[in-house]
């Protein structure tokens, strides 16, 4: 990592700051506006390319959701994050053959989208004593090279979580395509939200509809309306990524 200045640190700490109360500001309108309160919306801070530092400052704002997108990222910070008042998610891409390694180490797995991880996630997790929540990743835009499951096969993954011990699936998490216009975006999560009020109405072992992940920086306010009750937020929280 590149020495700073601790000008130029406490300057990005204080941009930090400004930011983190504008998004919760932001989000409380939402929530007020699509008749909730703003605790029933979770804001989750994107953290991929933030050093822990910067990240654990958020916390001391009242952060109290991260998320990762990346397994040897994740764990080169994992012994600087403060856990003890903030959840570790984990947002991204999962190999099967990656899950041993943060089973434990986060509460939350966001993007499962098929049968076999779910496997994999349940088989380490009765081997470490712990029961790891997850959210069914949903490709809603059916892009051809995205993760997530198609609506199609939702209805499977879902009845397939009765088998898996030391699971609970919690919901639906989406990334939907990238639009440039408003109407398209707004389809995306109106779809999303459906299918999340179709499940709620359902019984199935191992599943509750408790989260609503959708909206990242540009949008999550449109999501918010739409019903979303978790937000994933990076870029507006903690400025342009610099991938060193
Ligand atoms: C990076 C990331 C986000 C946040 O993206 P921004 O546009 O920077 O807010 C949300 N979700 C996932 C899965 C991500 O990887």
Redesign the pocket.
Known sequence: MTERSSTALSDELESVRANYLDICERISRAAEKSGRKSDDVTFLA?T?TVEPRIINYAVGLGLRFI?E?KVQEMLSKYDDYDLDNCQLHF??HLQTNKVRQIVGKVSMI??VDSIKLMSEISKQSVKNDVTTDMLIEVNIGREENKSGVLVENLDEILEAAAQYPNICIKGLMT?PPICDNKPNILKYFDDMYKLFIDISGKTLDNVSMDYLSMG???D?EDAILCGANMV??????FGR?IYR
Not at 232 to 237: A, D, E, N
């Open positions: 994107a991929k998320g997108n947002i991204g966001q993007s990334v990242m920086s540009d999550y994933r937020i990076g870029s507006s929280l990524r």
